[in-house]
């Protein structure tokens, strides 16, 4: 069955960086994929995303000049390049493909000193 | 505060219909389409329905989506205490240029 599977999440200070990645396996990836978080206790956002040839991106004004999306079609692999981190970015971050319809199981990134 | 607008909690007893609303403007659901997310607790949302397409195999038909307007709603028929859980519209927005989802409604079966 068709899976996607993101890395990368951790603890970082104020002010860091992380790079979350997401695997696709069994499934089509020539989509638009997004990221999409939830902090705790909280509902969903949608973060960014990315159009299937990379030439098109849309971001979250919360986190335009601080995140990068981008995508490796060869690998069939995501990526969110985080910078300049805030205590607000402490969520769960989901990958997920087109209408997300299908989602990764999340990683955790926790911002705090 | 979402830029859709959910009820924050819903509650019926087994084998109710019940209804989920979902509010917002021309640029987002007026003009786009909605999709309906379940999620349990500690796992990843699963799609439901999108009002432009049918269910994803494997969710029941009791499940449905509608959308007049600038709302959408979910339905669910013959409510089973398993669809305890979670449940977001989300649509694009085409004035933020991007996707926009409600603040969720906590579904209870009594």
Redesign the interface.
């Known amino acids: 069955e068709g899976q996607l599977v993101e890395s990368g999440g951790g603890l970082v200070q104020p002010g860091g960086s992380l790079r979350l990645s997401c695997a696709a396996s069994g499934i089509s990836f020539n989509y638009w994929m ?1 990221w ?1 978080r939830q902090a705790p206790g909280k ?4 973060v960014a ?1 990315i159009k299937p040839d990379g030439s098109e991106k ?4 919360s986190v335009k000049g601080r995140f990068t999306i981008s995508r490796d079609n060869a690998k069939n692999s995501l990526y969110l390049q985080m910078n300049s981190l805030r205590a607000e970015d402490t969520a769960v971050y ?1 990958c997920a493909r087109h ?3 299908v ?4 990683t955790m990134v926790t911002v705090s000193s | 505060q979402s830029v859709l607008t959910q009820p924050p909690s819903a509650s019926g007893t087994p084998g109710q219909r019940l209804t989920i609303s979902c509010s917002g403007t021309n640029s987002n659901i007026g003009n786009n389409y909605v999709c309906w997310y379940q999620q349990f607790p500690g796992t990843a949302p699963k799609l439901l329905i999108c009002t432009n397409s049918q269910r994803p195999s494997g969710v029941p038909d009791r499940f449905s989506g509608s959308k007049s307007g600038t709302s959408a709603s979910l339905a669910i028929s013959g409510l089973r205490s398993e669809d305890e859980g979670d449940y977001y519209c989300a649509a694009w927005d085409d004035s933020l240029r991007g996707w926009v989802f409600g603040g969720g409604s906590k579904l209870t079966v009594l």
Request: a negative charge; charged letters at 15%.
């Open positions: 997004s999409v509902g969903l956002e949608w995303n849309h971001y979250v004004d989901y209408t997300f319809d989602w990764g199981q999340g």
